[in-house]
């Protein structure tokens, strides 16, 4: 167990750092698009490099591999607009929003696969709804000190 | 500008997190997931190194050291996440602590580091968001 929570520990420090170089790549004024093409790129190439070495590569079944592509662009869609809109924003709002996008898989698993929406899961999708419009509200009623022209 | 493109960033993210659904429903979930996540960033990278070339300019060695850490992070936390679960983390602890962590975590960093306030508004948004992730997370 204590070896599990050290591994707990390291998601939780690597996802955190995640949003921390978002915005120190707004800082330093990286280019959103090449950041997204090189996040994506490298990490494709670690995960080959884990995949020779430590799994031991199997051949990816086709229905797999054409799941993973179209799903692989959204992502990386998402990590261009998102680093992108730091440039405007809080990373603090802006990351949570980002977190918040857990709807859409809630949302399409109920829609498409017939999954019951419990108490529970309408609750946080009702909250979901409630924080991007408070967010919003919160962007729309500051001054833009935060957004920077040459963007 | 701040919101457009954080609802585009929103929409995205939930696709491409939606994948795994769909893996799981096509049955290959528990025995090709780390096949799954390589096309999955390999697809994102082919498709946007395309656009990257026509309008992205020149690569820094401020693009690639930012594309290098987030690569790094990303492949780190799923493998450390997945590893907590396989040594007997409840995935109900696991979400949760990940999530909610990670989004507290960033709000701090946020403040002490980079110098932003977020206002009352913002703030009780930040308290919806959470409860919500915390909820789903339980499900």
Partial sequence: MTTGIVYLMLALFSFSLMGVLHKLGDRVRANPVWVAALTMGLACVIMAMWSATVAGFASVPRPVFWIALPFGLFAALAVWTFQGAVRHGRIATSWLLLNLSVAIPTGLSIGLYGESISRTKAAALALIMAAVILMWWDRTSEVPSNSRSDA | MWFRLMILAFVFNGLGDFGLRVLQEAGYAS?????????????????????????????????????????????????????????????????????????????????????????????AGILCGMTAVLLLSFE
Avoid: N
Wanted: contains cysteine; hydrophobic residues 55%; aromatic residues 8%.
């Fill in chain 2, 31 to 123: 025995d090709y997931k780390s096949h799954y996540l390589l096309v999955w960033y390999l697809g994102g990278a082919i498709a946007v190194a395309a656009i990257a070339l026509r309008i992205g300019g020149k690569i820094t060695l401020v693009d690639l050291g930012i594309g290098l850490g987030l690569a790094l992070c990303s492949v780190c936390g799923q493998m450390a996440l997945g590893q907590a679960l396989a040594q007997g983390i409840a995935g109900s602890v696991a979400y949760p602590v990940t999530k909610t962590g990670g989004v507290f975590l960033v709000a701090i960093v946020g403040a002490a580091i980079f110098r932003e306030r977020v206002g009352p508004i913002g703030l």
